[in-house]
């Protein structure tokens, strides 16, 4: 018996196609396969989130924050009072039962986020794909938003900046926080603390909150967690499981 | 009805100039403060990403708010039908006008970046009660404007009813608006509460009116204008009124925050903790900004003296500054809660009662916005007739002698 070509080339097609669906889904989990070509607008589909497992972030390890510091060009200036943070350790004691947790905060990039609302030039914005921003140039450093905020991520630029990181714009005057690396996110990479973290404790996962099958989606489908500040209904982007 | 004669005033030479020299190197110290502050970053300041508000702020938002209150003289006047106060309507606009923008200049002159005046004028979000409250204050010099010139245009007079009517209510409006910038403040302890709203509308009430009894009588003694007790006397005991609903609103927003469990621990930090903004709250704001005022107005008396309703308005003013300070930095110090329940500890200084320094920075454009509203009043005053010629008692007085006593008691 002999197969024609198209037939064989169909059947393997098929194989590939059932295979690919297959394991797709597991591929998915170690990719950023949700994020959108380059030439194409950030959309509503995707919404970016992340879930802190704090049962694995240990106490100690700051890995996540150098990573941001050093992606985002952070740098001290001996001033901790003024000194930017992206993202911090909080370490958290139970005053009743002693129990202790660590975890790490950053901007949660709320769906409804406080500092959008209050922002009186819309320089605070939310894009379509959940990410929480400052326009770098629309910023008059009112400083508002940092009282707004629920969950004191964000800085206020305080003293000239020198040698800033291309991607990733800051200047004087104006305020800023975590932006979920957009920079890198649109270019296919997890954010720097994420892939920091999982060379380590594997705390922290990163995805599409909107895709059922990203790993981010399967995680929180799985385990109850919690959101910092739930009362506020401020539907932050970064949810905690052990909290 | 009377009618009054008004001129510009009368001081001349080295006294009116060295005047406005001396409020120009105050004003110049503001420039020089808000140009430090901008040149080498805010770092400068007390300011933190912990207490993101500071000095500039209380200042800003004093003057602000004592803008309107200032404004309160004029409707009495147009809206209320109070004769005896329609002879200050003309100043009452023009004090408003100037503590206004001597509040909004410290206001811009504390940005981040005052240079980007032109984007705040032209990029709006309409949900932040902030970008409300720029329509608020330009809208509010506007209708000042209007007032103030159906008041000094005979052949439209009887316009200003009118506007005294839009003026008020927008005075109330933009109170609202200022109170609302801390009330809306829903995940701070020490904010999230609309009766910000009305505490906010009462000390200006306060505020504004201690500014307007000292402007005038500082400006009629200095240029020799006749002012009678009467005037003086009622303008007093209208304090009492002022003060007496300021603290009614402290008391019910101090028992609202004591009942609700979530702000108690807010409650026991400025009440009780023997904190700096302890004592801000009790000597400066209640014992010195509202009792003793208060004692000294009510005291039996003869009748009211000028110098107890002097004093009088410098200690509201006093409180009123330490109100403000104990609002905006108290509120800020106190840490914002993330995790209810649990005791916090970053490197980020959660959990902790913030620390803040005021700077002379901060002082210095503060004062330089005192002395910005003071130069417009200065330079008003001088080019249009804003003051009466007389508030003599034979002008003011129905009864042409001063009161014999108080109409309080």
């Known amino acids: ?243 | 009805m009377k009618s009054f004669t008004y001129s510009e005033l009368n001081t001349t030479g080295i006294p009116y100039y060295g005047i406005l020299a001396v409020l120009g190197i105050i004003a110049s110290i503001g420039l020089v403060s808000a140009w430090h502050m901008e040149h080498s970053g805010h770092y400068v300041t007390g300011m933190t990403n912990q207490v993101v508000w500071g000095l500039p702020h209380v200042f800003a938002v004093f003057l602000i708010v004592s803008a309107s209150g200032a404004l309160n003289v004029a409707s009495i006047g147009s809206v209320f039908g109070r004769l005896a106060y329609k002879p200050l309507a003309r100043l009452s606009g023009l004090l408003a006008i100037a503590l206004l923008v001597g509040g909004l200049s410290v206001l811009l002159l504390d940005l981040g970046r005052p240079d980007r005046l032109i984007v705040a004028m032209t990029h709006y979000n309409f949900k932040s009660i902030f970008a409300w409250n720029i329509f608020l204050y330009t809208g509010f010099i506007a209708i000042a404007a209007i007032y103030l010139w159906t008041l000094m245009d005979r052949s439209i007079k009887s316009l200003s009813f009118y506007a005294g009517i839009a003026m008020f209510i927008w005075r109330l409006a933009l109170t609202t608006g200022t109170g609302l910038i801390f009330g809306f403040l829903v995940a701070r302890e020490a904010y999230d509460a609309a009766l910000l709203a009305p505490l906010f509308i009462a000390m200006s009430f306060a505020f504004g009116l201690a500014i307007f009894i000292l402007v005038l009588i500082g400006i009629s003694a200095a240029d020799n204008r006749p002012l009678g007790n009467y005037i003086v006397q009622r303008m007093g005991n209208l304090m009492v009124i002022f003060i007496a609903s300021n603290l009614y609103f402290i008391t019910i927003q101090h028992l609202t925050g004591l009942y609700a469990a979530e702000h108690t621990e807010f409650e026991t930090f400025l009440l009780t903790s023997g904190s700096i903004y302890t004592w801000q709250f009790w000597i400066v704001q209640i014992g010195m900004g509202c009792f003793l005022p208060l004692i000294i107005l009510m005291r039996p008396q003869k009748s009211l003296s000028r110098s107890s309703v002097i004093v009088s308005s410098v200690l509201v003013i006093i409180g009123g500054l330490a109100q403000l300070y104990v609002i905006i930095i108290g509120g800020q110090a106190y840490p914002l809660i993330l995790f209810p329940g649990m005791i916090e500890e970053s490197s980020f200084f959660d959990g902790v009662i913030n620390n803040y320094v005021p700077s002379f920075p901060e002082l210095g454009l503060g004062i330089g916005g005192i002395a910005i509203s003071a130069i417009l009043v200065v330079i008003g005053t001088k080019i249009l007739r804003f003051l009466p010629v007389s508030l003599a008692d034979s002008e003011m007085d129905p009864n042409n002698k001063p009161l014999e006593t108080e109409p309080t008691k």
Not at chain 1, 129 to 147: A, E, F, P, Q, S
Not at chain 1, 229 to 234: E, I, K, S, V, Y
Request: aromatic content about 4%; some cysteine; charged content about 25%.
């Open chain 1, 1 to 243: 018996m002999t197969i024609s070509p198209e037939r064989r080339r169909f059947l393997s097609q098929a194989a590939s196609l059932a295979a690919g669906v297959t394991i797709a889904p597991g591929v998915t989990l170690y990719g950023v396969a949700e994020a959108k070509p380059d030439n194409m607008a950030v959309t509503e589909k995707v919404r970016w989130g992340m879930l802190v497992d704090t049962n694995k972030c240990s106490d100690g390890c700051n890995d996540c924050v150098t990573a941001c510091n050093d992606e985002n060009g952070l740098k001290g200036h001996g001033r901790p009072q003024t000194d930017a943070q992206w993202i911090r350790k909080v370490n958290l004691k139970d005053p009743r039962t002693g129990v202790k947790k660590t975890l790490p905060v950053m901007c949660q990039h709320c769906s409804e986020p406080p500092c959008v609302d209050v922002c009186p030039t819309g320089a605070s914005f939310k894009r379509k794909d959940g990410i929480v921003l400052v326009n770098k140039h629309t910023c008059i450093g009112c400083r508002y938003c940092m009282l707004a905020c629920p969950y004191k991520a964000r800085s206020f630029i305080h003293e000239t900046l020198t040698d800033q990181k291309p991607d990733v714009p800051r200047g004087k005057g104006t305020v800023e926080s975590c932006t979920f690396c957009v920079h890198r996110v649109d270019n296919d990479l997890q954010p720097a603390c994420v892939e920091a973290c999982s060379k380590t404790n594997k705390a922290l996962i990163f995805g599409d909150m909107n895709d059922p099958n990203s790993k981010l989606s399967r995680a929180l489908e799985k385990y109850p967690t919690g959101r910092i500040r739930a009362d506020l209904g401020t539907d932050p982007g970064v949810r905690y499981k052990g909290l």
